[in-house]
């Protein structure tokens, strides 16, 4: 996930890459929109059922994109991150931000005197709980401290690999134990689901580092001129992911074995995976034919970070007498006016996306001293208030 306010890379960019992220960020607004305002009967509609499923694909998109920008990114910078030069801070104050603003978005209360005492246990739960950025953020450091350690290409890919397979593994188990009882909450939290999270390192972490595993594997097909090759193998790869899965998931109802939370399933992970993969695919193919450069999906995708807490912040954030717009018209919208809202909501963030692209790209040095001011003074007012 891209974040502000560094400058846009200008040789390492690959649009089918942005294509996806920006579609991703792009369904994640109407999924917000339509989570919290439409009306409860339209839920049990068939047509919602088929928009919810598609709404699911949204967080698997984004979390292996991530990964699969992160190594394609770090390549070039390795030998200024093994030495500890300015990459390496950079890296490491990019991936605090997301994890910064991941924490800002569950604030209690927008002050921190409020925030330590009339915090409850249920509302310290709430903010400890593992969002997408959490995830994200964790899956960063995950991919940056091993490339760090593992300077083998062979070595790091088998790596991301096996760490992939064992964390999906692993969750079926995971899920079956309530780990606030053991660990402090904060920790807790990103373990599994039964408190609030709804993005935990289990399974949701495998996202990215099978991200971070293709990522390694088209570098290699791209240094060897083999890319098309490696997107059709990339492919059918997906293809049969997804074909398993359907089978073994229909096989696992009529044995009625399926586990309590469908998410533990390694089916739904692999099942997800192979559609992300085949997503992807498209956006590649796309991306070649139209000799895609310019596009308000594009600049979407490429300032993901701004665009994913701005959002939030208008649906969520609890500007009018400590009150949202998710307070004052949640569960009350039938589907023509979520719709509508939807489309407002895309066309402000895209304008947005575009015009903070512009800046970053035109005006470096004012673009940083805006986000550093904007940065300073909300942190004044949460310690002030």
């Known amino acids: 996930m891209d974040n502000t306010p560094a400058a846009a890379p200008k040789h390492s960019r690959l649009a089918f890459i942005d294509l996806l992220r920006g579609w991703a960020l792009i369904v994640m607004i109407e999924v917000h929109v339509f989570n919290t305002f439409i009306v409860p009967a339209t839920r049990a509609t068939s047509w919602f059922h088929v928009l919810n499923f598609i709404n699911g694909l949204v967080a698997p998109s984004f979390t292996f994109i991530s990964g699969f920008v992160f190594v394609l990114a770090s390549q070039r910078k390795l030998e200024s991150y093994r030495m500890l030069g300015s990459a390496f801070w950079k890296q490491l104050g990019r991936i605090g931000l997301v994890w910064g603003v991941g924490y800002f978005l569950h604030l209690p209360f927008f002050s921190f005197h409020r925030m330590m005492t009339e915090t409850t246990g249920e509302g310290w739960l709430r903010f400890y709980q593992a969002d997408v950025l959490h995830c994200i953020a964790f899956g960063l450091m995950v991919l940056f401290i091993s490339r760090l350690l593992i300077k ?10 096996t760490s992939g397979i064992a ?33 935990p390192l289990f ?7 099978f991200g971070g595993y293709f990522s390694s594997e088209y570098i290699t097909a791209r240094t060897n001129h083999k890319e098309k090759e490696f997107i059709l193998r990339f492919a059918l790869t997906g293809a049969v992911l997804l074909s398993v899965c359907i089978v073994g998931m229909a096989l696992q109802a009529d044995l009625s074995i399926l586990p309590i939370d469908i998410r533990a399933n390694p089916l739904f992970f692999f099942e997800r995976l192979g559609i992300v993969m085949l ?34 912040l208008v649906i969520y954030g609890q500007f009018w007498h400590e009150r949202s717009l998710a307070f004052y018209y949640g569960k009350s919208w039938n589907a023509a006016e979520c719709l509508g809202s939807t489309m407002v909501l895309i066309i402000a963030m895209s304008g947005s996306a575009i015009a903070w692209g512009w800046m970053k790209r035109n005006h470096l040095p004012l673009a940083r001293m805006m986000f550093y001011i904007f940065a300073g003074t909300t942190a004044a007012l949460f310690f002030i208030g």
């Open 152 to 161: 083998n290409d062979h070595h790091y890919r088998r790596f991301l690999l």
């Open 167 to 199: 964390v999906v593994g692993a969750t079926i188990v995971v899920w079956n134990y309530d780990f606030l009882n053991w660990i402090p909450a904060p920790i807790a939290a990103y373990i599994n689901g039964l408190h609030y999270s709804l993005f």
């Open 203 to 209: 399974p949701w972490l495998a996202f990215m580092l």
């Open 279 to 312: 997503l992807l695919t498209i956006c590649w193919f796309y991306a070649d034919a139209r000799k895609t450069e310019k596009s308000f999906v594009l600049d979407v995708g490429r300032e993901s970070l701004m665009v994913y807490a701005a959002h939030l």
